[in-house]
């Protein structure tokens, strides 16, 4: 990104909510539809959304249990991947969860998101487990869906 770019982290509204989700499209079949944005949202979750010169590029949803947190989902809309903005994201969650109680996050991530992985291994995750099955890719034929595993991620703070 330019030097003129502006980037900021800020929490996220009920009414960032349309925009948020319209981000995911065209990302992964399986996107959060608005209704599940918006019911995860009014459900307690949190969202930290990323801005370019003022624009959200991506977010990510979050959920506090306890004295741990699970990022549910993050998205960074495709034209503005390999900027750092993922990083960006997720520096700015790390900070907030510092000034709070946190003291571990957890993640999943698709097996065969590369991308995503190195990400996650820079930022200090480690891979805590994996689950069977976990995504699905979509449905294929009269109903069978193509399955891929999940990595289980989790970084002490």
């Known amino acids: ?3 003129n770019t ?3 982290v800020a929490e996220a509204l009920f009414q960032d909510l349309p925009a948020l ?3 995911e499209t065209g990302v992964i079949a399986t996107s959060w539809s608005l209704d ?9 979750c949190q969202i930290l959304k990323v801005l370019v010169n003022g624009e959200s590029c991506g977010y990510c949803l979050f ?3 306890g004295d741990e947190t699970e990022i549910l989902n993050i998205v960074i809309v495709k034209s503005r991947r390999r900027q750092g903005l ?8 790390i900070e907030k969860l510092q000034c709070s109680s946190c003291k571990k996050i ?14 996650y291994d820079i930022m200090g995750f480690k891979q805590a487990g994996i689950r069977k099955n976990y995504y699905r890719f979509g449905i294929t034929g009269a109903g069978n869906s193509n399955r891929e ?7 002490d703070l």
């Open 1 to 3: 990104m330019s030097g």
């Open 6 to 8: 502006a980037v900021d």
């Open 21 to 23: 989700s319209s981000l």
């Open 36 to 44: 599940a944005l918006s019911q995860s949202y009014s459900n307690g």
């Open 63 to 65: 959920r506090n249990v």
């Open 86 to 93: 993922g990083r960006t994201l997720l520096l700015g969650l």
């Open 106 to 119: 957890w993640l999943e991530v698709r097996k065969s998101n590369m991308a995503a992985q190195k990400l």
């Open 149 to 155: 595993d999940a990595l289980v991620l989790s970084k």
